[in-house]
C-alpha cells in the first residue's frame, strides 16, 4: 500500500465486474480474490434500457452467485450520481444498480482507466507488435483504442504502484499533415462543427473518411457501415476502401505517436477497442508505423517505442479483475466515484 494515498477499502465477494461500451456491454463475477473471473457472452448496449435489466438477464439470470459489490467501466467521464453513456442512450445511476442488483457497494471508472489497469497483466499472447521498439518494465503506458468512441488512457508507474490517467483524448482536434491529406479534409463532413480525432478514427469516422476519399476521386461511395468497408478493404474488392483504410492506419498511427509523445510511452502504447485487432494486415503494411514514428526531431526516440495491438477479448475486464482483488496496487481515486448501501439508503 502507498503511503500517499489512504488505503483503499476492499471489496466484498463477489464481485460484478462489467465493462460498458457505446455498442458492446460485458460482465464477469468475480467469486472470490483468487478466483478466475467468470465471463459471460458479450451484448448489445441498445438491446436493454438500462444497465439494471441488462445484469438481471445476463448474469443473474445464469447463476446462483449473488454479487456483494460491483465495479464497472462506463465509456464516457464520471462525475455525479448520473453517468451519462457518451456513445450510448443509458443513463448509469449507482442508487440505483444498488437498489435493483442488491450490492451494497458500486464503484464506477472509466472505461479506457479501465483498459489502463489492465496493461501490466497482458501477455505476449494477448498482444499483436507492430514495428520495433521496446517495452520497458515500469515506464509509462499509453492506451488508445477505437471502437464506438476513441478511447485514450495512460499508466504511470510511481511510488511503486500503478497510477492510471483517465482523459478525454479521443477527443482532440485532428488536421491534416501530409499533402495528399489536405483534399481529404476539405471534403470531411464535420462533427459537432470540428473534425476531432474521434470523428475520423472511431467506427463511424470510417464511414466519413471513405465518403471524404470517395470525393475526392470523384467515385459514388458505395459502403455504407465501418464493417462493410474495413471487409471490402481487407479482401481488396473496393480500391476506395483500400485506400481510406490505408489513410486510417496512417492517422492511428500518428495519434499514436502524438499520445506517446506527450507522456514518454517508454513502457508501450496498446491499441485497443474493437476495431483495430480486425484491420491488422493494414497496421503491418507500414503507414501506421511510419507515422508514428514521422515525429522530428524525435524520430530516433518514436523508433524506440513500442506499439501493440491487444488481441485478448475484453481486457477491460481483466482490468477491472486487478483492481478488484487489490485495489491497493493502484493509484486510483475513489473521491465521488464509490457509492455504499448506507449511504444511498440515507441519500
Ligand atoms: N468489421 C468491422 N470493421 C470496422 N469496424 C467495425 C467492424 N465491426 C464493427 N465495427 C464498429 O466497431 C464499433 C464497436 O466497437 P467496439 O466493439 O470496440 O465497441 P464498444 O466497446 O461498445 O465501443 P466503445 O467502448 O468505444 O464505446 C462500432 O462503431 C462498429 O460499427
Redesign the pocket.
Known sequence: MSLLQAAIEPLAFPVLIG?I????VRFALLSDANAEPRSFPPVE?RSYPDIETAIEENVLAHTSVMPRSAVIAV?GPVSGNEVDL???DWIVRPHDIVERIGVADVILLN?FEALALALPELKDNDLHRIGGGAIETFCTKVVV???????VGGLAHAARIWVPLPGEGGHVSFGPVEPDEFPVWRAIEPEHGRISAESLL???G?VRLYRAVATVEGSMPQLH???M???AALSGTDPCAERTIELYARLLGRLAGDLALVLMARGGVYVG???AP??IPFLERGEFRRAFEAKAPHDELMRGMSTVVITRESPALLGLAAFARTPNRFGVSLTGRRWKKAAVAAH
Open positions: 465493462d461500451g457505446g455498442t458492446n448496449t465509456a457518451t456513445n450510448a472505461d483504442g477505437p471502437g464506438t468512441g476513441l478511447g472511431a467506427g463511424r470510417i457501415s465501418p464493417a468497408i474495413t471487409d477497442g474493437g476495431i480486425r484491420l
